[in-house]
Every structure is written in C-alpha cells, then in structure tokens.
C-alpha cells in the first residue's frame, strides 16, 4: 500500500488512520506490528485541574509504563488510564534534531505558494516548518541563536506549536515523540528525565516534570507565499532531512473531512461545534476563546477582548489543508488566521478586511496576515503576535473545556 493509486483508494475508516500511522513510522511502506483499536473501557475520570500527585501509588500500573522504566511514575497531573498507545514505538515517528534551513528561493524548488507552513520567529529570525515535512516527524529540535526551540505538529489535533525548550534546573530539552496520544493529541517525551508533555498545552504530565509547563512561542500556519512575502530574508526547513520519506504527501489523507471522527478520542466531543472545525484557539489570563474558521471566513477581522486584553484576529484565504488530498498542494482552502495586539505605540488601532489585506481605519496603513504594515504611514511596523493556535475544536475543547466561542 505504498503507490499514491493503492493509497487514493484506502476507504476513509479507522483502518485507514492506522495504515497512515504505520506510513509514518515505515516512510511509506506498511509494517506489520501491532495497531491499536477503541478500548471497551469508559474513560477514567480526570483529575481536577491543577492537580499534581507527588506520591501516587505505584504498584499497579498499565502495560505501556513497562517501556518506560526511567520515568517517575509516582508524580503526575493525570489518570495514566487516560494515556493510550497511538501504535508507535517511542520516537517511531523519528523527529528531526539537526535541521538544515535553506532560503526561500530553494525553497520554492520544493514548496508551493499555497502550501500550509508553519511560522516561527525569535527576534529578527524567522523561518518556516512545511506541514509536508512536519506530519512525517512531529517534531523540530532547532536553535534560533541562543534560544532552543521545539516546533511540533500533532497532524491528528492539526495543532501547530512552538516551545522554548530551556527549562530552570535542567540542560536543554530534547523532546522526542512518545508514541503516547492523550485525547487524540500527541504526548512528547523529553530524554532527560524520561517526562511525558502534553503536545497542545506545553505542560509535563507525568514524571519528574509533572506540573512544569514550557514557555509557547508564537507559530501560526501559514501559507508559503504568505510566509515569503513577510520574510524575504527567512529560512525554510530543508527536505534534506536524513530520512527517505515522501514529503508532499499526506499519509493521512481525507482525515479531515467534516464527517469524520477523531482518531483514538474516546472522550465527551463538545457539541458546540462539529469535532473536526479548525478553530483559532487563544489564551489570555484566566480566559480561553476559540473563534471557528467558518465564522472568520464570514468575518475576517474580529476585534474582542480575552483576558483584559484587545485582542485582533485576522483571516485570509490561501493555505491548503494538510490533511486532506494525498497531494498537500492540491488540498482545500482551509485559510489561514493569527491574533494581534491591536495596540501601537499606545494607540488602539481599528482594522478593517482591505481585499487581500487588512486596513487600519486610524492611518489607512495597509497591513498582512503577519501583522506587519507593509505601506502607508506605520509602513515597517509590527503588531505584537498573541500565542494562538488552528487546532480542531475536539481537541481545543477537550483540552480547555472551560473555552466560550466566538459569535457575531
């Protein structure tokens, strides 16, 4: 099941996910190991939040914890019950630790206009990790100068983010993928102390971490052609990777269609929305808002409030789904979105949709999806980026069920 007809014809059913699952632990041929199915077991009841066990007993433990002798399992902030093997051996989805970076114009050899990247800066250094390379291998160890950084994508949440992996007390991280999922969502591993993080939040779950929390960066998707346009001068992450496999496609082809449910996710959806809708997730202070893409296709320039803070979301058309062709590049629009600190230099701006781009109606600055002023009087400006994410409701609400939505 290794050719792009064989693969164009795997029907859309929980076999199917297993079969993309085993493409990315195989590069592109099938393995016969084991896979793993919905456990006829209710889900254990979560422990509150906030809740960290330093002295949990031990002495009856799942069958997965015998692979991980070096963990810390008496600390944890979670039921181990909720952990669920996503049928890949640890770092079975090899992330990549030495990155190679070439500039856009090789770039453009191997990635489309349209094609979803992620964005992350640090200073004056941005650079880009394509979806096509990202859902092969979840994880990006890098250095941005004096700053470590994770880039991660849990192709089964469509969760994008970025962590400083510099941690008081400890030497630098190495996150790895665990082969864990909890709620559908990728669970890292960092080799240090053997601890278990939760992909989506940032924060240890289990072992000598537990309770720790990584520091997020901003990484939103964007398309490629956004990406160049705002970064002429930023780097791009090489498919020289190491690894033979076949970037460009998507081993999880049609994942993300509307009807269908999510992978190994066996808790409560919320049904406030359709569980796979990308919405843009945010988290200000002690108030968490999502805003659905099809509300921002509708209106693409919110202005709100979260947490006490202004806050403004912009949306534009132009970044292809990764999940949903096998070809990424021929995908459906999903769009692309980012939130903003509406404010500069103590001044509240007010944005307005201006065609392609977004208009201030204050100075009449024209400015892009990466909240740069690209003409006008505040030409060469940057909007302060708030930590948001494109992730799928299920696993936004699952993870912040605490979360109101946007509504116009």
């Not at 632990?25 to 793993?36: K, N, R």
């Not at 072992?207 to 929390?213: N, T, V």
Request: proline share 7%; charged share 20%.
């Amino acid at each position: 099941m290794n050719t792009r007809e064989e693969i164009k014809r795997r029907p859309l059913l929980l076999v199917g996910i297993i079969s993309a699952i085993l493409l990315v632990i195989a590069g592109g041929t099938v393995l016969s190991e084991s896979i793993p199915g919905r456990s006829s077991e209710p889900m254990p009841t979560p422990l509150p939040a906030g809740t960290l066990l330093e002295n949990a007993d031990t002495s009856s433990l799942p069958s997965w914890t015998r692979s991980w002798s070096n963990t810390d399992f008496s600390r944890r902030t979670v039921n181990l019950e909720e952990l669920i093997s996503g049928g890949v051996p640890r770092d079975g989805i090899p992330p990549i630790d030495n990155p190679g970076y070439v500039d856009i114009y090789q770039g453009d050899a191997w990635y489309e206009p349209q094609e979803p990247v992620i964005q992350v800066s640090v200073g004056d250094d941005t650079r880009a990790y394509p979806l096509q390379v990202m859902t092969w291998h979840e994880i990006v160890n890098t250095e941005f100068g004096d700053t470590s950084v994770a880039v991660t994508f849990c192709p089964l949440c469509n969760s994008a983010v970025a962590f400083d992996r510099d941690v008081d007390g400890l030497e630098t991280l190495r996150l790895g993928v665990s082969g864990m999922l909890r709620n559908s969502d990728l669970v890292m591993w960092d080799n240090q102390t053997e601890s278990l993080w939760q992909q989506i939040t940032g924060e240890a779950i289990v072992g000598e971490m537990a309770g720790e929390k990584l520091e997020m960066l901003p990484a939103p998707i964007v398309s490629w052609e956004a990406f160049k346009n705002a970064h002429p001068e930023g780097l791009v992450l090489s498919q020289d990777t190491g690894f033979n496999r076949n970037y460009g496609t998507n081993p999880y082809h049609g994942y993300d269609r509307i009807d269908q449910s999510p992978f190994l996710f066996d808790g409560e959806t919320d049904d406030r929305q359709s569980p796979m809708i990308r919405v843009l997730g945010i988290e200000r202070g002690d108030e968490v808002r999502a805003y659905p893409f099809p509300e921002l296709e509708d209106n693409p320039v919110i202005h709100d409030t979260v947490g006490g803070d202004p806050i403004v979301v912009f949306w534009q058309p132009g970044a292809t789904s990764a999940l949903d062709q096998i070809e990424i590049a021929v995908s459906r629009d999903v769009g692309m979105a980012a939130a903003f600190n509406p404010i500069v230099d103590g001044e509240e701006l007010t944005f307005i949709e201006d065609g392609d781009a977004f208009k201030d109606q204050e100075t009449g600055s024209q400015w892009n999806i990466s909240g740069q002023a690209v003409s006008g009087p505040l030409e060469g400006e940057q909007l302060e980026e708030y930590v948001s994410g494109a992730h799928f409701w299920f696993a936004w609400a699952a993870f912040q069920p605490e979360t109101t939505v946007w509504e116009p």
